[in-house]
């Protein structure tokens, strides 16, 4: 995607609205403009009905029971109601939650806000490849844990946690899994992971769906311990009080409905894209790291660090290609990224990286493109490191 001579490359940040989910969303901001929770009359039926059509869509790429799957705002929220919701539901019983150095920081911030309601965090630590550790996982499972967060893909440096091995260290023990999969729906399958995680956060906007519109699902399981982090009219299976927009479902529905169609051949040309951009990388003057596990991870996020330079520099040299320095939800912040230094990587290394995330948009001649633009932004950063 172009805009003025710009390549978008950011798409783990967000995804451009695809037009089949526009399409979907218009007759619900325009002459369907009923609330879905008004069962009185024709307005509230067709508004309602939307929201259950699109629920089920978006149910069906998890092979999931509708039933389930509770619409929220966006992932943020779901994998707070998550960590929250479990936290208030076991208030009888204090214990310990489980996550991960490398978790987006709502999941690390809600797991340290547990402590409010008596429960103590545990971060257990990652390899350099961005992999659990398994053993330390292990280790840290003590007869008080109740929930362990892991996210199926991270966000930063794409990296794809092995989700069946948590589980099953997990299930023998009765403990609950949650996952954070915002950066996995809709880019690799994952109708079995239902199978092995009692919570699954969903967000419409990575996967070319509006903003402000994500979704949780519960197993009955975890349902049986949750208790609401929002009070209100009960709407949402009582678990997330508030009026839905139809609109915002809508588009959703189509989305998740599209993914699931489109996957085989984005996964296809996601790899073709990976392949460009390391050997663009190779053949470049300098050295880089590539972030994250080399094979176990979604081959449209493209994380390296590049030696004898910073990302500032290379960021004001690069104006022409769009993409980030971390992870969008961390951009207030200064520093390495928290990933990274999760990692292992040198804090001088960690802050000469990029993030380039390819996707349905993308085509052959921007990725031959944005490698011009990032070995001649490396030229003029690292002579300009070198000239001071």
């Known amino acids: 995607m172009r805009i003025k001579n710009a390549i978008y490359m950011d798409y783990q940040s967000t995804t451009p609205l695809d037009p089949v989910a526009k399409a ?4 619900f901001m325009e002459d369907k403009f009923g ?7 024709r307005f509230g039926w067709e508004a309602e009905a939307a929201v259950d059509v699109a629920r089920g869509q978006v149910a069906s790429v998890l092979d999931v029971d509708p039933a389930h799957l509770f619409f929220t705002s966006g992932a943020t929220e779901s994998n707070n109601m998550a960590i929250k919701g479990l936290a208030l539901g076991h208030l009888q019983r204090p214990g310990t939650i489980i996550t991960l150095a490398s978790e987006h920081s709502c999941v690390l911030e809600s797991v340290r806000a ?3 309601f008596g429960h103590v965090p545990e971060i ?5 490849n961005g992999l659990v ?4 996982l292990e280790a840290a499972l003590t007869t008080d844990v109740f929930l362990v967060s892991v996210m199926a893909v991270n966000n930063e440096i794409g990296t794809i946690q092995p989700l069946e091995k948590i589980a099953s260290l997990l299930k023998p023990r009765g403990i609950l899994l949650h996952c954070d999969a915002a950066q996995a729906y809709g880019k690799v399958p994952v109708d079995t992971l239902a199978q092995h995680c009692d919570l699954i956060s969903l ?4 996967i070319y769906g509006p903003k402000g519109i994500g979704a949780l699902y519960v197993s009955a399981e975890a349902q049986r311990h949750m208790s609401p982090h929002m009070s209100g009219g009960g709407q949402e299976g009582h678990l997330r009080s508030g009026t839905l927009a139809p609109a915002l479902c809508a588009g959703f529905g189509a989305a998740a409905q599209i993914a699931a169609e489109k996957l085989e051949g984005e996964q296809t040309r996601a790899q073709r894209h990976f392949e460009m951009l390391l050997a663009g990388l190779d053949a470049m003057p300098g050295d880089y790291v590539l972030n994250g596990c080399a094979d176990t991870r979604l081959k449209s996020n493209v994380n390296v660090s590049f030696h004898g330079t910073d990302s500032a ?3 004001a040299n690069v104006r022409r290609l769009a993409v980030s320095s971390g992870a969008a939800c961390a951009s207030a912040k200064e520093g390495p990224s928290y990933v990274l230094e999760a990692l292992g990587v040198p804090p001088a290394l960690a802050e000469a990286s990029l993030r380039i995330g390819t996707g349905r948009f993308t085509d052959d001649s921007q990725v ?3 490698l011009g633009y990032i070995e001649d932004a490396l030229a003029k950063s690292r002579k300009r490191s070198w000239s001071q």
């Open 203 to 206: 967000s419409a906007h990575k």
């Open 35 to 41: 609330n879905p929770h008004s069962s009185s009359h």
């Open 313 to 315: 520099r290379l960021m």
């Open 114 to 116: 547990a402590q409010t």
């Open 24 to 27: 979907a969303m218009l007759p």
């Open 133 to 136: 550790d398994l053993g330390a």
């Open 368 to 370: 031959s493109d944005a």
């Open 124 to 128: 257990v630590p990652i390899q350099p």
